[in-house]
């Protein structure tokens, strides 16, 4: 089965601290994608990054990285010098293999706060 | 820039109605959902359509049905509301080629049901 755990449900932190949500998966799937969704108070979830399996860089894009570890089947994002626009639920899902978008497993979010 | 449309932000609707939930899209994806957002659920798949007129039941298709007679409109019905739909729809589209399995979601529909 495939599973999709963000353990962390809420965070707060204060504005400039560095933050990091964790995303836990399973399956069973040699390959497979998995992804980082923000979804800001305006309700609006938009796709932040989409990482095949194969490719275990870590990637970087301005103050967001993501650390991708197969051998401890871990996805976690870091927000470095966390701003208040950064609040928001973030959502880390996974899906097999050639499938498309209809078989993509969200986890339950992690809301983070951040505070001025 | 892209857009997905949901018609209504609030609904407040009573046991037993029928209710509709509007999704449009202009970007002309070939695929469409609707999932359904609870706290500590996460987002829940209910149906998807990748292509007018065709549909698929997702993890949780019970007391919902869906209807795509044009490509850019994708409608969910709760044929006879009840409180435990009271939820967050999101509405989503996405290309059919390449299938990237990213998704664009609307602003969400937050319907409550007395």
């Known amino acids: 089965a495939q599973k999709v755990t963000q353990a962390q449900t809420e965070i707060s932190v204060v504005e400039k601290e560095d933050v990091t949500l964790d995303c836990v998966y399973e399956?069973?799937?040699?390959?497979?994608?998995l992804f980082w969704y923000k979804q800001p108070p305006s309700g609006e979830l938009v796709f932040l990054i989409r990482r095949n399996s194969f490719d275990e860089q870590n990637e970087i894009s301005g103050r967001y990285s993501w650390n991708f570890q197969k051998s401890t089947s871990s996805f976690n994002f870091t927000i470095t010098a966390s701003q208040v626009v950064d609040s928001a639920v973030y959502f880390c899902a996974l899906s097999p293999p050639f499938s498309g978008a209809s078989k993509i497993i969200f986890g339950s979010g992690t809301r983070l706060s951040i505070r001025p | 820039d892209v857009k997905v449309t949901q018609s209504s932000r609030y609904l407040v609707k009573r046991t037993g109605e029928k209710v509709f939930l509007e999704c449009v899209q202009d970007m002309d994806h070939e695929n469409m959902f609707w999932y359904r957002q609870d706290p500590g659920l996460g987002l829940r798949l209910i149906y998807f359509s990748y292509d007018v007129k065709m549909k698929e039941k997702g993890d949780i298709p019970e007391g919902y049905s869906v209807s795509r007679e044009k490509k850019e409109r994708f409608s969910l019905i709760l044929e006879s509301a009840s409180t435990n739909q009271t939820s967050m729809y999101l509405c989503?589209?996405?290309?059919?080629?390449?299938?990237?399995?990213?998704?664009?979601f609307g602003e969400g529909s937050r319907l409550t049901v007395l």
């Open positions: 989503a589209s996405s290309f059919g080629t390449p299938n990237t399995g990213e998704l664009f």
């Open positions: 399956t069973r799937d040699t390959t497979y994608y």
